[in-house]
């Protein structure tokens, strides 16, 4: 646990109940695969849940799910005492439908041995973050090793280049998030592609999604303004407030 040796899911919760858990649990097995931990009690993850929502009125919230390797030494070195969970749920704010990002100078690394994995190895991202709030804004976006455009710190990224929605490539060492994927199965129409992380500055639209942004329309990156939400962003915004309704477990 001291050394950030764990993965994490956050889970929004819309109107009392956790939307898209199962995406999200599977996710978590994924991480803790990929870390080398073992698997996770989904079972008791779930129970969890419902546990930590019961007796509450939440109409917005998060839902945290932590699983560690569990106790150990001081070091480095896992223990032997099996694998520690932690679900906490919380009411929080509804993100606002338009934001603002700036990029950051320290890239992913895609081919790092956690890559890909939402780990608790969070540092780097929380210094991002500071990063950007110090500069009026609310995400942190940056390349990978190559100079191609990868994610925000807890986000995915989407950008409309003469008249096409785009988002990176897996293979950019981005995240695989819950949101970027249902937007990919309900607009048809967006093409996975990786760009120079320097397309941001002729981009038309910029889109920032995520468990609990949805779809978030980008008004400014770094000094640059931008219309928020342009045509493509409001069609997407449209599409997801259509469909994200239809089932709470997508």
């Not at 490539?169 to 994927?181: D, Y």
């Not at 219309?227 to 493509?232: D, L, N, S, T």
Request: charged content about 20%; proline content about 5%.
């Amino acid at each position: 646990m001291i050394v950030g040796d764990g993965v994490f899911e956050t889970i929004k919760i819309e109107d009392g109940a956790p939307f898209a858990l199962t995406r999200h649990l599977d996710r978590l097995v994924t991480s803790a695969h990929g870390l080398g931990i073992g698997k996770p009690d989904v079972g008791a993850i779930r129970e969890g849940v419902d546990a930590t929502i019961e007796g509450q009125e939440i109409a917005f919230g998060r839902i945290r799910v932590t699983v560690t390797s569990g106790l150990g030494t001081l070091g480095s070195p896992r223990g032997t005492h099996g694998l520690t969970s932690v679900v906490i749920t919380e009411p929080c704010d509804r993100p606002p439908g338009v934001s603002t990002i700036v990029t950051v100078p320290w890239p992913r690394n895609e081919r790092g041995a956690i890559a890909g994995l939402k780990t608790t190895s969070y540092a780097e991202n929380a210094l991002m973050v500071e990063h950007a709030l110090a500069r009026d804004a609310s995400e942190a976006v940056m390349s990978n090793t190559v100079g191609m455009l990868c994610e925000g710190t807890g986000s995915n990224i989407l950008y409309v280049l003469d008249g096409q929605l785009i988002t990176p490539t897996l293979g950019s060492g981005c995240l695989a998030g819950v949101t970027r994927a249902l937007v990919l199965q309900w607009c048809a129409d967006v093409i996975e592609r990786d760009d120079s992380i320097d397309v941001l500055k002729r981009a038309d639209e910029v889109i920032l999604v995520g468990t609990t942004r949805d779809v978030q329309a980008i008004s400014r990156v770094d000094g640059r303004e931008l219309p928020a939400p342009g045509p493509i962003t409001a069609k997407v915004q449209e599409i997801w407030a259509r469909e994200s309704v239809k089932d709470i477990d997508p």
